[in-house]
């Protein structure tokens, strides 16, 4: 590949950004970065946490490269640091494998002149709010107009589908599947930050809060926060008297309101960029008509092209969770098929030695971050930096802007050397995603990582005590001095080493379970596929063909013999799982197949235990044939059952018993099977009448497409709301279906040959198995994934992962990518010949040991046993496997004798931030 890399007239070896020079430069221009809200120098850092964190010279605005003249930043720079000189470089790259991921380009509203939003201030895109609600903003987070007044505005709309579901003025037929949830947060968001006098209003067309817990976020959007939905789609947006904004639309009822807002939210769709269509063409990759990536359903992150492969938006619109399980799954598509080069060309990084600090005296460095808003903006930061240099053992205390950034890590690291500290005492966000982060400062700069202590002044203090400023930063001084207290007291710890077994176990043999276990045998490690059924496949055994038209039975069959003679993997059919003993990287599990128990040993686990379609006890179903699931319709389609071709009618009722208050989330699948379903039906039988009854038609995506087409070929779509449902009735052996259509506000009566009801899709609720694993399940029934965003395919629990329908409702696609996304999670495990537990574990003290063994029955984890009775020393006294231990506590807080310490959560460690915490300042 040839690379063409655009100078930045920085010397990257050299350059320390200590900002000198955009201090001087005296050329100021429009900052891309804040969407045009701001300024920003010719020399600049893209944004505060830019990696590499390095500033470049924009060349079509520097004096210097434009006229010659000027040059401050050159005379200023201590490290010489300024090139002017540089030249465009090209780079050759030998690589085995290409992963596109170029992102999107936000709409343009500028050609929309109905909405004025070139000419009226306080009309922005949903980008530009964004960056005024971040803490890093040219606002820092404080909600304010773009007119002259720069007020605070008291009332804000969202307009939905701005550049997306649109081909009247543009050319975007498509949903961009995200703007209804980023509406959704900004408004509460908004709302958060403003206050409960701000009122926030979105209009829409149908509401598309399709992804896992989204459904409840907009629940308690509209019930919690007080947010206003209207379904309806606003023509033109009018000046009114001071800068404020007049808009006229049509509410359901048929009235016609005209109404005044302050300011108003483009809620802009996702686009192909231009230049990455014109780099698709060059490298000769198939687009589809909307100029995203054409993928397949069956490999959705391989292009046309062997060997190179794609994520993210230029795939086709999707949000962030999606967005990673695709780089995951990308990931393992090209490892697939560069398995065999894997480790040659392997880098060992360079271990900077530990420390060892026994004897030396404590000496705490304490960094407060101010996380933008986020924690400053309740929180006197700076007072609290200041409060911890009068702690005892503190050497040195600061605030920063954002402490995960890494410049900030950088100088953590070098004022640990240069002051000498050997504790590390952070107050800022969770220690659920940033611990790690932290800890691996500490080991760059030569510490223990177990020296280090973080105080969760934020989702402890800053976000729940937002009203109180004054007694939220007593309180973040209370937590900052127990965590100092704590730290003063902590040892370095060390950590067992484990050898890893590299053997996967797949649990699940439907599509997602399948094609983990195909990615893992590709890239060649023996993998067990234990499925329960008699047969590979699982639901999509039972579905006529996807969004996109492929006959999935054909695929499937594909995928099962592709499965069945690869020499990697072990097929266990009509199989359960008994007993799962073990931790990362040595599991031992207990199978029950055929009747026949085995023992399987395996380094890790996928979870793909799949789900089923609720089995509806509404809409008359079980009390007449014509009345089915939307499963059992495609069973009937597949095998050309006569019923279907002699129908004259069809009706699908949607949302049955999704979107429930027993169960209140989407099946996200459901809409488009159904609209898919309607156009074979008009396809086999063209002069056939089809309605769908549906509350929101969320045809996410290009799926998009498929809802155009269907409406053109004649599908009529009625809707309906949950307190008004359809009525079913049998009416001398005639199928009736009541319900009011929304648009005429009358009654409609359909008399149908065939009644389809897309029911909730149910996970598989194996509790045992959440169990054995010791991995979370949610109210729903799902699986509880580590990071909703961040890791959407792997487990909290080390060495544990999933895919499917047991995550969430998902289509086959999507399933597909998240096997081959858990796959390549678990690969990161499985390609070390060793890891390393934590170092927080149980210890027992022989000396104080009752031998009671409450310990040994408690323990979730089987850590504690009994030292043999025939052992020399300590005979049957209680010791704990530090290899199976997790460091929950329970054994330290259940010992009667006192005979048990959690290292790093020690007694002494326990009271001495009790005291700290009823200390009087």
């Not at 920063?400 to 050997?422: F, W």
């Not at 729903?780 to 629990?797: C, M, N, Q, V, W």
């Amino acid at each position: 590949m040839d690379l063409i890399q655009h100078p930045r007239y920085i010397d990257e070896t050299k350059c320390i950004a200590c900002g000198a020079c955009e201090e001087k430069c005296p050329k100021k221009v429009i900052d891309p970065y804040n969407i045009g809200l701001a300024k920003r120098k010719s020399i600049y850092v893209e944004y505060a946490q830019a990696v590499p964190l390095k500033y470049a010279i924009d060349p079509e605005s520097c004096i210097m490269l434009k006229k010659g003249k000027c040059g401050a930043c050159q005379k200023l720079c201590p490290v010489d640091a300024i090139d002017f000189d540089q030249k465009e470089t090209s780079v050759k790259l030998e690589v085995g494998a290409v992963i596109l991921a170029p992102g999107f380009k936000p709409f343009d509203p500028k050609r929309f002149d109905n909405y004025q939003y070139a000419k009226l201030p306080n009309v922005v895109t949903s980008m530009e709010f964004e960056r005024l609600l971040s803490a890093s903003g040219p606002t820092q987070g404080h909600i304010s107009r773009k007119s002259k007044d720069h007020g605070d505005p008291k009332k804000i709309a969202w307009l939905q589908c701005v550049g997306s579901r649109d081909m009247n003025r543009c050319d975007n037929p498509y949903c961009s599947s995200v703007c209804c949830m980023y509406a959704l947060k900004e408004a509460v968001i908004a709302k958060e930050h403003a206050g409960d006098d701000l009122e926030c209003a979105i209009f829409f067309m149908d509401m598309r809060t399709h992804g896992k817990d989204f459904e409840r976020y907009y629940d308690a959007a509209r019930e919690k926060h007080g947010i206003r939905f209207e379904r309806t789609k606003v023509h033109t947006i009018n000046p009114a008297a001071n800068d404020n904004l007049e808009m006229r639309y049509i509410k359901e009822s048929g009235e016609s309101i005209s109404e005044i807002f302050d300011m108003v939210v483009l809620s802009v769709g996702l686009e192909a960029n231009p230049a990455v269509t014109d780099l698709a063409k060059k490298i000769n990759i198939d687009l589809t008509d909307n100029q995203f990536c054409n993928t397949n359903s069956f490999s959705p992150v391989a292009t046309s092209r062997p060997g190179i492969f794609v994520c993210g938006a230029f795939q086709g619109p999707k949000d962030i969770p999606q967005s990673v399980v695709d780089s995951s799954a990308a990931a393992a598509a090209a490892g697939e098929i560069l398995s065999t080069a894997r480790n040659s060309l392997t880098k060992v990084e360079e271990k900077i030695p530990e420390k060892n600090i026994s004897g030396e005296r404590p000496r705490v460095g304490v960094f407060v971050c101010k996380c933008g808003i986020n924690i400053a903006g309740v929180v006197d930061v700076p007072a609290v930096a200041e409060y911890a240099t009068t702690l005892p053992y503190v050497e040195y205390a600061a605030d920063n802007l954002y402490s995960c950034s890494q410049d900030t890590q950088k100088t953590m690291a070098e004022l640990v050397k240069e002051k000498n500290l050997n504790r590390v005492v952070v107050a800022a966000c969770t220690p659920k995603t940033h611990e790690p982060l932290f800890q691996e400062t500490l080991t760059s700069a030569g510490l223990n990582k177990y020296l280090f202590e973080m105080a969760n002044i934020r989702n402890h203090d800053s976000w729940v005590h937002k009203n109180n400023p004054d007694l939220a930063t007593e309180k973040a001084k209370d937590l900052v001095r127990a965590a100092v207290s704590k730290a003063v007291l902590a040892e370095p710890l060390k950590e067992s080493e484990l050898t890893v077994n590299q053997t996967a176990l797949v649990i699940g043999g439907g599509i997602s379970g399948m094609a983990a276990a195909q990615s893992l045998a590709l890239q060649g490690y023996k993998t067990h596929i234990v499925e329960r059924d008699d047969q590979l496949g699982g639901q999509a055994r039972n579905i006529l063909q996807t969004a996109k038209g492929e006959n999935v039975s054909e695929n499937l069959q594909a995928m099962t013999a592709g499965i069945e003679s690869n020499s990697n993997i072990t097929i266990h059919l009509n199989t359960t799982i008994d007993d799962v003993q073990g931790f990362v990287g040595n599991f031992k599990s207990k199978i029950n197949e055929n009747g026949s128990e085995k023992s399987l040993e395996h380094g890790v686990a996928i979870i793909a235990t799949g789900g089923h379609a609720l089995v509806p006890e509404e809409y008359l179903y079980g009390q007449d044939p014509r009345i089915m699931t939307s499963l059992e319709l495609d069973r009937k389609m597949i095998n050309n059952d006569p019923d279907v071709a002699k129908a004259q009618t069809a009706v699908f009722i949607q949302c049955v018993g999704s979107r429930e208050p027993n169960r209140p989330y989407c099946s996200r699948v459901c809409c488009t099977h159904t609209v898919d379903s309607a156009l074979e039906l008009k396809k086999r039988k063209p002069e056939m009448s089809v309605f769908v009854l549906y509350r929101d038609i969320r045809t996410y995506g290009e799926r998009e497409l498929l809802y155009r087409e269907a409406r053109e070929a004649g599908v009529i779509f009625i809707r309906f709301g949950l307190e008004n449902k359809p009525q079913v009735n049998l009416e001398k052996k005639q199928l009736c279906i009541t319900l009011t259509d929304h648009i005429l506000n009358r009654p409609v009566r359909i008399e149908t040959d065939l009644l389809t009801l897309a029911s909730s899709i149910l996970p598989a609720r194996d509790e045992k198995l959440a169990v054995f694993f010791k991995v979370p399940v949610n109210e729903d029934g799902f699986y509880i994934e580590r990071h909703a965003k961040l890791g959407p395919s792997e487990f909290a629990t080390d060495g544990v992962f999933l895919c499917g329908l047991a995550h969430y409702p998902k289509p086959i696609d999507e399933s597909i990518a998240q096997g081959k996304a858990a796959a390549s999670r678990a690969i990161t495990l499985l390609a070390r010949e060793t890891i390393f537990t934590s170092g927080q574990v149980a210890e027992t003290n022989p000396a104080m040991c009752s031998q009671c063994g409450v310990c040994v029955s408690l323990c979730p984890y089987s850590a504690p046993d009994f030292i043999p009775g025939d052992a020399r020393m300590n005979a049957g006294k209680a010791q704990i496997n530090p290899v199976l231990c997790k460091g929950c506590g329970l054994c330290v807080a259940s010992c009667r004798s006192g005979a048990i310490h959690l290292k790093g959560f020690d007694n002494d460690q326990i009271f001495a931030q009790i005291f700290a915490i009823n200390m009087v300042n």
